[in-house]
């Protein structure tokens, strides 16, 4: 089935801009999917079909979709957004399976 | 609001087989499918299964193929998730979460229980 590839681990400053990518076979004729993950807590959906985001999570975060690699912008990054994130696709022209990439842990530095 | 709530952690032993339910509230229960996804300690999610609560169709994830069923009981908007012949490779949190379908290419998850942590001993 479908595979998406995510890098293991993403460092950034406070204040500054975090870039996570989600590489896949044509990625860009998919929506994308984005969670967040903090540690003991169940995933938080924080950009959906590419690039909207759920209401009340912040402006910071947004997505873009193109190609073979989807990505995730956490702007003006914050201490509170250290976590696991992770990028999900349904691959509707296959098995119809629901996939997720391996996730990318962002430290805050 | 939206709630799923999962039942309780379990311990069970290699071979046995584990039931693990998700109650829904907070909506109109029939409107949305449900998946199960779940997660060994230290990795990633893995999606195990669909299931329409609106005409009971169901999609299983290959690797679970034959060893996982979902059932749902409507008159107590419930999902049940159960996996058979456990062994120690099963131990994880195992959640369900809500589907969103915005056609034509997109299924994401807007809401999740809050994990049921299964544990297989041999």
């Known amino acids: 089935s479908f595979v998406l590839t995510q890098p293991p681990s993403v460092s950034v400053a406070p204040g500054q801009t975090a870039t996570i990518t989600c590489g896949g076979k044509?990625?860009?004729?998919?929506?994308v999917n984005w969670y967040r993950q903090r540690p003991g807590q169940a995933p938080l959906l924080v950009v959906y079909?590419?690039?909207d985001r759920p209401s009340g999570i912040p402006e910071r975060f947004s997505g873009s979709n193109s190609g073979n690699t989807a990505t995730l912008t956490i702007s003006r990054v914050e201490a509170g957004d250290e976590a696991d994130y992770f990028c999900?696709?349904?691959?509707?022209?296959?098995?119809?399976?629901?996939?997720f990439g391996g996730g990318t842990k962002l430290t805050v530095l | 609001q939206v709630q799923l709530v999962q039942s309780g952690p379990e311990v069970k032993k290699s071979g046995a087989s584990l039931k693990v339910s998700c109650k829904a509230s907070g909506y109109t229960f029939t409107n949305h499918g449900i998946s199960w996804v779940r997660q060994a300690p230290g990795k990633g999610l893995e999606w195990m299964g669909w299931?329409?609560?609106?005409?009971?169709?169901?999609n299983y994830g290959q690797k679970f193929q034959g060893r996982v069923t979902l059932t749902t009981d409507t008159s107590t908007s419930t999902v049940y998730m159960e996996l058979r012949n456990l062994n120690s490779d099963d131990t994880a949190v195992y959640y369900c979460a809500r589907e969103i379908v915005v056609v034509p290419s997109t299924v994401y998850f807007d809401s999740w229980g809050q994990g049921t942590l299964v544990t297989v001993s041999s």
């Open positions: 299931i329409s609560l609106y005409n009971n169709n169901l």
């Open positions: 079909h590419n690039a």
């Open positions: 999900q696709v349904w691959d509707s022209s296959s098995d119809h399976s629901r996939v």
């Open positions: 044509n990625i860009g004729s998919k929506g």
